[in-house]
T-cell receptor, first 113, second 112 residues
Framework: GAVVSQHPSRVICKSGTSVKIECRSLDFQATTMFWYRQFPKQSLMLMATSNEGSKATYEQGVEKDKFLINHASLTLSTLTVTSAHPEDSSFYIC?????????FGQGTRLTVV | SQQGEEDPQALSIQEGENATMNCSYKTSINNLQWYRQNSGRGLVHLIL?????REKHSGRLRVTLDTSKKSSSLLITASRAADTASYFCATDRTGTASKLTFGTGTRLQVTL
């Protein structure tokens, strides 16, 4: 089946630094990818829709300058958390659709210290 | 918020018993999907039910959908310890590369 690969699976960074998370569709092309955030013991909340070749669409309340999304190819979207703060510590998950099914990456556990 | 609600929030059963989780949503949908998430991991797709379907089976899973009540249920029969995970329902409105709206999730614990 289709696979979405996310990297890294776990990252620890210092406050004020930036972290890049990659999301790749391994055996299919995805013009659209989605980035979700999940806080401990909570559900997934959509952050933004990543569109290949154009600007991302952000959900209300998500700072576009803080969460930079680049979808430069049909198989890769990146999320960069800029000037990270401890409150950005969370689990970030990407997804992409193939036909009528959404496939999810393994997630990235970000800890900002 | 368009997020759906799931109940119970947490469920603890013994191996062999059945587990039922319910999901309610707020808007019209194209389809509803159930996902499983092991602690700290990504999501695994379990089953998709379309808005014109009322019931679907896959192995030990049975999903129902009542669009008039905007609700769905997931039944896991003959549960196993390995079924311990969080289960989420997710809805989409267009069915094609659209954003999913997730329910609040049910944490299932299956004990030996």
């Amino acid at each position: 089946g289709a696979v979405v690969s996310q990297h890294p699976s776990r990252v620890i960074c210092k406050s004020g630094t930036s972290v890049k998370i990659e999301c790749r569709s391994l055996d299919f092309q995805a013009t659209t990818m989605f980035w979700y955030r999940q806080f401990p013991k909570q559900s997934l909340m959509l952050m933004a829709t990543s569109n290949e070749g154009s600007k991302a669409t952000y959900e209300q309340g998500v700072e576009k300058d803080k969460f930079l999304i680049n979808h430069a190819s049909l198989t890769l979207s990146t999320l960069t958390v800029t000037s990270a703060h401890p409150e950005d510590s969370s689990f970030y998950i990407c997804s992409a659709w193939m036909n009528t099914e959404a496939f999810f990456g393994q997630g990235t556990r970000l800890t900002v210290v | 918020s368009q997020q759906g609600e799931e109940d119970p929030q947490a469920l603890s059963i013994q191996e062999g018993e059945n587990a039922t989780m319910n999901c309610s949503y707020k808007t019209s949908i194209n389809n509803l999907q159930w996902y499983r998430q092991n602690s700290g991991r990504g999501l695994v797709h379990l089953i998709l039910i379309r808005s014109n379907e009322r019931e679907k089976h896959s192995g030990r899973l049975r999903v129902t959908l009542d669009t008039s009540k905007k609700s769905s249920s997931l039944l896991i029969t003959a549960s196993r310890a390995a079924d311990t995970a969080s289960y989420f329902c997710a809805t989409d409105r267009t069915g094609t590369a659209s954003k999913l709206t997730f329910g609040t999730g049910t944490r299932l614990q299956v004990t030996l």
